[in-house]
């Protein structure tokens, strides 16, 4: 469709004109423009708007009625007796269609040379909840909203301070979404601001679905299995990125915000450890990490112990596998593929089912097919408790997309493990720690402080020191302050 | 420069896709195998080899993992084919924790059986050299083997257990290799033998060299063990006279005590010396301090005081001192240095190397010197 771009000379016109021209061509005739003629001793006025976009009530109650209660028809009286501030005047109709979608009411007077608009937006948001993928037990339990008003109001409720410097870029063509850039100008790491200011700047896309989506036209490496932004929908955790010195990213009609640069090991931390006792918050580190590294390596182990290390199996666990494995019609790798499949498939229909549905679904799945499997002879019980403690440490991952990353990692270190053995599982190993070495985030090595080897930040990175040890922010991140406080004279 | 990357990496690629393959070894589903625990050896008149093949094998119908194959062969290598002709399973040694010589190879040596073992990487270091007195056959058929899968577990652990226990000289592998091979110090390993269906560990083998010459019982190995390692957590039973401790037992039994008293030393601890101290005579001295606690004694005696106490140190160290010169004497008797006296002879003698021969020439006539204290930390309260 041909739209027209009459200029400056198209004010003054008709008030039908105008009427006629919005709905027909810049509205595609939508039912929703609503529109009121008000006449005021000789002298026309048009009122019009997106009846879903405003506030109707407040439309009524200080335009139509202020518009028709005039005594005089002029801009000027329409201004000073309307309670809003930011009215604005326009003159062409793309600017006036454009208005009327942000939620603004455009009053014309005829044979006036240009209309006002007036802001009464609608927004409908989702109320703060409770954080659902990334939910804490111990500390702040809300969750950012979809509104970046919202977002921004948590933040910087979070953050009181002057220099919480927010830059706002708008990205997509078509549809341009709102993208703040975030972070406290006193301690960020200003190559990395400008990094990420660069990036964004540079980004051409017609639209972005979400900050996750953003993320990924932004991100070092697409190729990298490993996620390189951390995406978080916790305000406490986004805030405390910031106070870190890193850069955080928000998206307008986004739950979730993205923090970078950030190391492999931010991947496993949560805010929780640090609200936690020092010891506690060490020892679920930890644990985590245990976990993935578990995850990763038992299947694989197992396909290789059976397939061609018969020698390391304990003498004590030797017959008993053997007696299991002597059912089973696969060779081990085989097994190991079908039983992770089978758990990714009740893991992925758990997920995608309504919440009621999938427990009954997880408890059908795991426990039905996991013993009928069994006794069918289809895998071997030792097996079955691997996988199910591996897919189970794959979940304590506190980033659902490492914890995503992981368990894919698994597939193909099981093949390896069976065609190779432990030569395949150590071929594997390499490849990835070589993989994790080079990958950067935001220019920022992600492999810190294992590699580069910055012994500084071990206080908050495996383990979680007491606040006595650990004053100072990560070193790895650059910080413009790296004291956090003063270490305490004790 | 992209362009060439990408080549370089599908080179890369390409060449690890061809070569690691070959560093991995043929494929060994558990399954499938014949995992072996134990080995026997005898050999028979017409010297051919009878092996004694023990071994687990997974069959899901049957509880009882355990199976004894019997073959002869000219080496171990061909024992072991032998043996797998009679089985479905592919039989294999990776899992191999007791090896045990019969009579007739313990007595002409084991050495030759046990290089062939050295030399598959596959095979641990970590398992156990055993002899028998009978036929390997006999013992390794022994039904009852407690709850152990198989006989060749179990005598894994019998000998284990006493290893731990500091009852015994350990003889893994590795251990008796080095002292085979080691001029100056000679391997000692359990001898199995059976009793009422059930194995189990009488003596230690003296071994010269790599053959069988003679035996300690587990009463004597205790003085060997002694001189030759430390022990951490050692129990020694002790029979004593009563006569020189007459006036300090008179106090409760009055005139009637016996002759003899046992006392039992728990928790004992050793350091022991031996120093070459005339080189040409080649008469040792041997530094023997021990320390313990007394947890048993059969005659009531107030060892609070220091008198007593002193007295029963004396006479420990006395009875010790006796068994000590009758362990070497005995190992002196079958020439069979257990004890490791050469390896000092041949730390002071510099240039030449002593051989096995020379070295079997002097051992019989060394003169050894015993010093032997020993300190009784505790001894409980009795009141």
Same mark, same amino acid.
């Given at each position: 469709?041909?739209?027209?771009?009459?200029?400056?000379?198209?004010?003054?016109?008709?008030?039908?004109?105008?009427?006629?021209?919005?709905?027909?061509?810049?509205?595609?005739?939508?039912?929703?423009?609503?529109?009121?003629?008000?006449?005021?001793?000789?002298?026309?006025?048009?009122?019009?708007?997106?009846?879903?976009?405003?506030?109707?009530?407040?439309?009524?109650?200080?335009?139509?009625?202020?518009?028709?209660?005039?005594?005089?028809?002029?801009?000027?009286?329409?201004?000073?007796?309307?309670?809003?501030?930011?009215?604005?005047?326009?003159?062409?109709?793309?600017?006036?269609?454009?208005?009327?979608?942000?939620?603004?009411?455009?009053?014309?007077?005829?044979?006036?040379?240009?209309?006002?608009?007036?802001?009464?937006?609608?927004?409908?948001?989702?109320?703060?909840?409770?954080?659902?993928?990334?939910?804490?037990?111990?500390?702040?339990?809300?969750?950012?909203?979809?509104?970046?008003?919202?977002?921004?109001?948590?933040?910087?409720?979070?953050?009181?301070?002057?220099?919480?410097?927010?830059?706002?870029?708008?990205?997509?063509?078509?549809?341009?979404?709102?993208?703040?850039?975030?972070?406290?100008?006193?301690?960020?790491?200003?190559?990395?601001?400008?990094?990420?200011?660069?990036?964004?700047?540079?980004?051409?896309?017609?639209?972005?679905?979400?900050?996750?989506?953003?993320?990924?036209?932004?991100?070092?490496?697409?190729?990298?299995?490993?996620?390189?932004?951390?995406?978080?929908?916790?305000?406490?955790?986004?805030?405390?990125?910031?106070?870190?010195?890193?850069?955080?990213?928000?998206?307008?009609?986004?739950?979730?915000?993205?923090?970078?640069?950030?190391?492999?090991?931010?991947?496993?931390?949560?805010?929780?450890?640090?609200?936690?006792?020092?010891?506690?918050?060490?020892?679920?580190?930890?644990?985590?990490?245990?976990?993935?590294?578990?995850?990763?390596?038992?299947?694989?182990?197992?396909?290789?112990?059976?397939?061609?290390?018969?020698?390391?199996?304990?003498?004590?666990?030797?017959?008993?596998?053997?007696?299991?494995?002597?059912?089973?019609?696969?060779?081990?790798?085989?097994?190991?593929?079908?039983?992770?499949?089978?758990?990714?498939?009740?893991?992925?229909?758990?997920?995608?089912?309504?919440?009621?549905?999938?427990?009954?679904?997880?408890?059908?799945?795991?426990?039905?097919?996991?013993?009928?499997?069994?006794?069918?002879?289809?895998?071997?019980?030792?097996?079955?408790?691997?996988?199910?403690?591996?897919?189970?440490?794959?979940?304590?991952?506190?980033?659902?997309?490492?914890?995503?990353?992981?368990?894919?990692?698994?597939?193909?270190?099981?093949?390896?493990?069976?065609?190779?053995?432990?030569?395949?599982?150590?071929?594997?190993?390499?490849?990835?720690?070589?993989?994790?070495?080079?990958?950067?985030?935001?220019?920022?090595?992600?492999?810190?402080?294992?590699?580069?080897?910055?012994?500084?930040?071990?206080?908050?990175?495996?383990?979680?020191?007491?606040?006595?040890?650990?004053?100072?922010?990560?070193?790895?991140?650059?910080?413009?302050?790296?004291?956090?406080?003063?270490?305490?004279?004790? | 420069?992209?362009?060439?990357?990408?080549?370089?990496?599908?080179?890369?690629?390409?060449?690890?896709?061809?070569?690691?393959?070959?560093?991995?070894?043929?494929?060994?589903?558990?399954?499938?195998?014949?995992?072996?625990?134990?080995?026997?050896?005898?050999?028979?008149?017409?010297?051919?080899?009878?092996?004694?093949?023990?071994?687990?094998?997974?069959?899901?119908?049957?509880?009882?993992?355990?199976?004894?194959?019997?073959?002869?062969?000219?080496?171990?290598?061909?024992?072991?084919?032998?043996?797998?002709?009679?089985?479905?399973?592919?039989?294999?040694?990776?899992?191999? &924790?007791?090896?045990?010589?019969?009579?007739?190879?313990?007595? !002409?040596?084991?050495?030759?059986?046990?290089?062939?073992?050295?030399?598959?990487?596959?095979?641990?270091?970590?398992?156990?050299?055993?002899?028998?007195?009978?036929?390997?056959?006999?013992?390794?058929?022994?039904?009852?083997?407690?709850?152990?899968?198989?006989?060749?577990?179990?005598?894994?652990?019998?000998?284990?257990?006493?290893?731990?226990?500091?009852?015994?000289?350990?003889?893994?592998?590795?251990?008796?290799?080095?002292?085979?091979?080691?001029?100056?110090?000679?391997?000692?390993?359990?001898?199995?033998?059976?009793?009422?269906?059930?194995?189990?560990?009488?003596?230690?083998?003296?071994?010269?060299?790599?053959?069988?010459?003679?035996?300690?019982?587990?009463?004597?190995?205790?003085?060997?063990?002694?001189?030759?390692?430390?022990?951490?957590?050692?129990?020694?039973?002790?029979?004593?006279?009563?006569?020189?401790?007459?006036?300090?037992?008179?106090?409760?039994?009055?005139?009637?005590?016996?002759?003899?008293?046992?006392?039992?030393?728990? &928790?004992?601890?050793?350091?022991? !010396?031996?120093?070459?101290?005339?080189?040409?005579?080649?008469?040792?001295?041997?530094?023997?301090?021990?320390?313990?606690?007394?947890?048993?004694?059969?005659?009531?005696?107030?060892?609070?005081?220091?008198?007593?106490?002193?007295?029963?140190?004396?006479?420990?160290?006395? !009875?010790?001192? !006796?068994?000590?010169?009758?362990?070497?004497?005995?190992? &002196?008797?079958?020439?069979?240095?257990?004890?490791?006296?050469?390896?000092?002879?041949?730390?002071?003698?510099?240039?030449?190397?002593?051989?096995?021969?020379?070295?079997?020439?002097?051992?019989?006539?060394?003169?050894?010197?015993?010093?032997?204290?020993?300190?009784?930390?505790?001894?409980?309260?009795?009141?």
């Amino acid at each position: 469709m041909k739209r027209r771009f009459r200029q400056s000379s198209y004010f003054p016109c008709k008030i039908e004109t105008l009427q006629q021209d919005l709905f027909t061509d810049f509205f595609n005739s939508s039912p929703d423009l609503a529109s009121k003629t008000v006449n005021v001793e000789g002298q026309k006025a048009l009122i019009i708007y997106m009846d879903y976009l405003v506030r109707e009530e407040e439309v009524y109650n200080h335009i139509t009625s202020k518009v028709q209660g005039a005594k005089q028809l002029d801009y000027q009286t329409i201004e000073s007796e309307v309670p809003v501030t930011d009215i604005m005047e326009l003159k062409t109709l793309n600017e006036i269609g454009g208005a009327l979608i942000e939620g603004y009411v455009c009053v014309y007077i005829e044979k006036e040379k240009h209309c006002i608009v007036i802001p009464v937006p609608r927004i409908d948001q989702r109320k703060p909840a409770k954080a659902e993928t990334e939910s804490l037990i111990f500390g702040p339990q809300i969750s950012f909203s979809d509104s970046i008003d919202v977002n921004m109001n948590f933040i910087h409720k979070r953050l009181d301070t002057k220099t919480l410097t927010a830059e706002k870029f708008i990205i997509g063509d078509k549809i341009p979404s709102e993208v703040r850039l975030i972070y406290l100008s006193d301690i960020a790491n200003d190559e990395a601001v400008q990094e990420m200011r660069s990036r964004l700047n540079s980004l051409q896309v017609d639209d972005v679905l979400d900050s996750s989506a953003l993320t990924q036209y932004v991100e070092d490496n697409s190729y990298s299995i490993f996620p390189q932004f951390l995406v978080t929908e916790l305000p406490d955790r986004f805030c405390y990125s910031l106070k870190e010195g890193r850069v955080g990213l928000l998206v307008d009609k986004s739950p979730t915000a993205v923090i970078a640069p950030v190391s492999f090991l931010s991947f496993f931390q949560t805010t929780e450890d640090i609200y936690t006792r020092w010891n506690m918050g060490s020892f679920i580190r930890l644990m985590r990490l245990v976990g993935m590294f578990l995850s990763i390596i038992l299947t694989p182990l197992y396909v290789a112990a059976l397939t061609y290390h018969y020698e390391i199996i304990p003498d004590a666990l030797l017959v008993s596998l053997g007696h299991s494995r002597s059912r089973v019609p696969f060779p081990p790798l085989l097994e190991a593929l079908i039983l992770e499949f089978l758990i990714e498939l009740i893991r992925e229909a758990g997920a995608r089912l309504p919440t009621k549905v999938g427990q009954t679904m997880g408890i059908v799945g795991g426990i039905v097919v996991g013993q009928a499997v069994v006794q069918a002879g289809f895998t071997s019980n030792i097996l079955i408790i691997i996988v199910a403690l591996s897919a189970l440490a794959s979940f304590t991952a506190p980033s659902y997309l490492m914890g995503s990353a992981i368990r894919i990692l698994r597939f193909p270190l099981i093949i390896l493990a069976g065609f190779w053995g432990f030569i395949g599982i150590m071929f594997s190993f390499a490849f990835i720690s070589i993989h994790l070495i080079r990958q950067r985030s935001l220019n920022f090595p992600y492999f810190v402080p294992i590699y580069p080897f910055q012994p500084r930040d071990f206080d908050n990175s495996f383990i979680r020191l007491p606040f006595l040890w650990s004053y100072k922010r990560a070193y790895s991140n650059r910080p413009k302050k790296i004291r956090r406080f003063k270490k305490p004279n004790r | 420069m992209q362009n060439n990357r990408k080549i370089t990496l599908l080179i890369v690629g390409l060449l690890s896709m061809m070569i690691i393959p070959s560093c991995s070894h043929s494929k060994d589903v558990i399954e499938k195998l014949g995992v072996v625990s134990a080995y026997g050896f005898d050999q028979n008149e017409e010297q051919v080899l009878e092996g004694t093949t023990v071994l687990y094998q997974f069959n899901p119908d049957i509880t009882n993992a355990s199976q004894i194959i019997h073959s002869t062969g000219s080496t171990f290598n061909m024992v072991r084919s032998n043996a797998n002709k009679k089985s479905g399973y592919k039989i294999v040694n990776g899992k191999l &924790q007791t090896l045990l010589f019969g009579p007739t190879i313990a007595k !002409k040596g084991v050495f030759p059986y046990l290089d062939t073992i050295e030399r598959d990487a596959a095979i641990s270091d970590m398992l156990y050299v055993t002899i028998s007195e009978e036929p390997a056959r006999d013992i390794l058929s022994a039904s009852n083997y407690e709850e152990a899968p198989n006989i060749g577990v179990y005598l894994n652990r019998l000998v284990d257990t006493a290893v731990l226990d500091e009852k015994i000289v350990s003889s893994k592998f590795h251990e008796f290799m080095r002292d085979y091979l080691q001029v100056g110090r000679e391997p000692l390993v359990p001898i199995i033998s059976i009793k009422q269906n059930k194995a189990a560990i009488e003596e230690v083998g003296i071994m010269q060299g790599d053959s069988h010459v003679g035996s300690f019982s587990m009463k004597e190995i205790f003085f060997v063990r002694l001189l030759r390692e430390e022990f951490n957590e050692g129990r020694l039973d002790l029979e004593l006279e009563t006569k020189p401790f007459q006036d300090y037992i008179k106090e409760y039994q009055g005139d009637n005590r016996e002759d003899k008293m046992f006392i039992v030393i728990d &928790q004992l601890q050793n350091n022991s !010396k031996i120093n070459l101290t005339n080189v040409d005579h080649l008469t040792y001295e041997v530094d023997v301090s021990i320390h313990g606690r007394i947890v048993e004694m059969s005659q009531r005696m107030n060892l609070d005081k220091a008198a007593p106490l002193r007295k029963l140190e004396e006479e420990i160290d006395k !009875k010790i001192k !006796k068994n000590l010169e009758a362990v070497v004497k005995k190992a &002196q008797q079958v020439n069979a240095d257990v004890f490791g006296f050469g390896v000092k002879y041949n730390n002071r003698t510099r240039g030449e190397e002593l051989t096995r021969e020379q070295w079997q020439d002097l051992f019989p006539n060394i003169e050894v010197d015993f010093n032997v204290s020993t300190e009784i930390k505790r001894f409980g309260i009795v009141q």
